[in-house]
C-alpha cells in the first residue's frame, strides 16, 4: 500500500481507492457468486488484502502498520463494496484491533499488533451478542470465574463472525453478576482469546447458515481457561471498553454500505441506458429514471454524514449520534438503492449472474448488525432530543 497516502487526512484517499478498485477488479462477480454457492470464506480476497496492507492500515506505525486514520479505512471499505466485492468478510480486524491498541497492555500490543500487520495472525472475532439477552449487553451470561492465573469461562455467544477464519478472539464476558454491580455496566470484561489453543479445549463453534455469506457462528464456553494475562484492560470495566470501539465499527460498516448503494446505483443507472423496451431505453422513462435519481440523492447525503463522522472520529471528539446517524442513513440508503435496482433489472434483477440480487441479500444486514435501528433512533431520542429512555 502507497503509505504516501497519508498525505490526504481529511482528504478523499484517491490512490487508496484507485488501487483497492485495481485489486477488486481480481475478483469479480464469478468469484462472489461461486463463494456464496458453496457459503464458502473469500480466503484469496482477504490474503490479498492483508498482503496488500489495507487490514493493518489503521495499526500504528511503531507496532508496523500504517497508521492512517478512519477516514481512510472508510475509503478501503467503500471501494470495496462499491466493486461488488464484501468486506464482511474481513472488516472487523480494523475495529477490534482499535480495543487492544486503546486499552491493552504494552506486552500485549507488542506480541500481537505486529504479527497482526505482518499478516501472520488474524483478529477479526468480536464476540458480544448472546443468545438470551440480545441488545441488551448488560444481560450478558457468559461468565470468566478467577482461578489461580486463569479464568474460567462458561456460557455461550451467538451471531460470532469470521471465528473459524480468525486466529484470536475479542470476548466479552461478565466477571461479576450484574446484581452484585453498582452499575448495570460494570462487571463486565474483555478477554483476549486465543482461539487455535480454546478449540477443543472448553471452545466449540457451529457455524450458522445465513441468507447471505457472512462466515457467522454459534459458540459454547464449557470451563474455556483464559490467562489472566490475556484480560484487556482493567477487570470490570470491559463494557466501556467496548462501547469505544463501536464508534469505529459503525463508521466503517456505514461506508460499505454507501459502497454498496453506489454499486447499485451505478448498476441500475447502466441497465437502464442499456435496455431498451418499447422501441426506447427503459431508462427515457422518468418512472425508471426518478427512483435511481432519488437514491443516488439519498446515497450522497448519507455518504456526507459518514465523511462527517469519520472526521469527528478522527479529531478525537465525541461522535456518537454521528456515527449512529451515519450507519442509519447508510443502511437506508444501500437498501433503498438495492430495491431500485432490482426494479430496474425487471425479471433479470432476481437472476444471479447479474449479482444484484446477491447485494441486496447482503446489504440487508446493516440494518439489524451491528446495532438495529430502533436502538440508534432510541439513542437520538434519548441522547440529543433529551426524551426519557424507554429501557
Ligand atoms: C449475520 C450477523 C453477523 C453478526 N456478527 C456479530 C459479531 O461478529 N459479533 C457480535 O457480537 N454480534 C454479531 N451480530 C449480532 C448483531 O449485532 C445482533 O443481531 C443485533 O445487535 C441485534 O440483536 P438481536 O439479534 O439479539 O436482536 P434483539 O435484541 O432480540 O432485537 C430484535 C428486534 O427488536 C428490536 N428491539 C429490541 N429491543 C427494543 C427496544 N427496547 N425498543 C425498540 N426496539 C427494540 C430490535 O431493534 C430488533 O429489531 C451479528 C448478527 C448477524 C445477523
Redesign the pocket.
Known amino acids: 500500500m502507497n503509505q504516501d497516502d497519508s498525505s490526504h487526512a481529511g482528504g478523499d484517499f484517491p490512490e487508496i481507492r484507485q488501487e483497492v478498485a485495481r485489486l477488486c477488479s481480481r475478483y469479480p462477480g464469478e468469484y462472489w457468486r461461486r463463494l456464496d454457492a458453496e457459503r464458502a470464506y473469500p480466503t484469496e480476497f482477504v490474503r490479498d488484502l492483508t498482503e496488500s496492507g489495507y487490514l493493518s492500515l489503521l495499526i500504528p506505525e511503531a507496532y508496523g502498520g500504517s497508521g492512517l486514520p478512519l477516514a481512510a479505512a472508510c475509503a478501503v471499505l467503500e471501494e470495496i463494496h462499491r466493486a461488488g466485492c464484501n468486506g464482511g468478510a474481513c472488516h472487523?480486524q480494523m475495529y477490534t484491533m482499535g480495543t487492544l491498541l486503546r486499552h491493552g497492555s504494552e506486552v500485549q500490543k507488542e506480541n500481537l499488533l505486529p504479527a497482526i500487520a505482518r499478516g501472520e495472525v488474524r483478529l477479526q472475532?468480536?464476540?458480544?451478542?448472546e443468545p438470551t439477552s440480545?441488545?441488551?449487553t448488560t444481560r450478558i451470561r457468559t461468565r470468566a470465574v478467577r482461578d489461580g492465573d486463569h479464568y474460567v469461562v462458561n456460557g455461550a455467544?451467538i451471531?460470532?463472525?469470521?471465528t473459524e477464519h480468525s486466529d484470536f478472539m475479542i470476548l466479552l464476558v461478565r466477571t461479576t453478576s450484574r446484581e452484585d454491580c453498582a452499575r448495570r455496566t460494570d462487571g463486565m470484561s474483555v478477554l483476549l482469546v486465543d482461539i487455535r489453543e480454546a478449540l477443543g479445549n472448553g471452545l466449540s463453534i457451529k457455524p450458522i447458515r445465513?441468507m447471505m455469506n457472512?462466515a457467522?457462528t454459534a459458540l459454547f464456553f464449557d470451563n474455556l481457561r483464559v490467562p489472566v494475562a490475556n484480560l484487556i484492560g482493567e477487570e470490570g470495566r470491559g463494557f466501556r471498553y467496548i462501547m469505544d470501539g463501536m464508534n469505529a465499527e459503525r463508521i466503517l460498516i456505514a461506508s460499505e454500505c454507501i459502497g454498496d448503494a453506489r454499486f447499485f446505483v451505478d448498476k441500475a443507472s447502466r441497465y437502464a441506458i442499456e435496455r431498451e423496451v418499447f422501441g426506447r431505453p427503459i431508462g427515457q422513462n422518468q418512472g425508471v429514471q426518478f427512483p435511481i435519481a432519488r437514491a443516488y440523492i439519498q446515497t450522497e447525503a448519507a455518504a456526507a454524514i459518514v465523511r462527517d463522522a469519520a472526521a469527528m472520529y478522527d479529531a478525537g471528539l465525541p461522535c456518537g449520534s454521528k456515527a449512529n446517524m451515519a450507519k442509519m442513513l447508510a443502511a437506508e440508503a444501500s437498501w433503498a438503492a438495492g430495491d431500485t435496482c432490482i426494479q430496474t433489472h425487471g425479471g433479470y434483477g432476481f437472476a444471479e449472474e447479474y449479482d444484484v440480487e446477491r447485494k441486496f441479500r447482503e446489504t440487508r444486514?446493516y440494518q439489524?448488525?451491528?446495532?438495529?435501528?430502533?436502538?440508534i433512533l432510541?439513542h437520538i431520542a434519548t441522547h440529543e432530543l433529551g426524551m426519557p429512555k424507554?429501557?
Do not use: E, M, Q, Y
Not at 368 to 375: C, D, E, G, K
Open positions: 472487523a472475532a468480536f464476540g458480544v451478542t440480545g441488545t441488551d455467544k451471531w460470532i463472525s469470521r445465513t457472512h457467522t444486514l439489524v448488525a451491528p446495532i438495529s435501528t430502533n436502538l432510541s424507554s429501557f
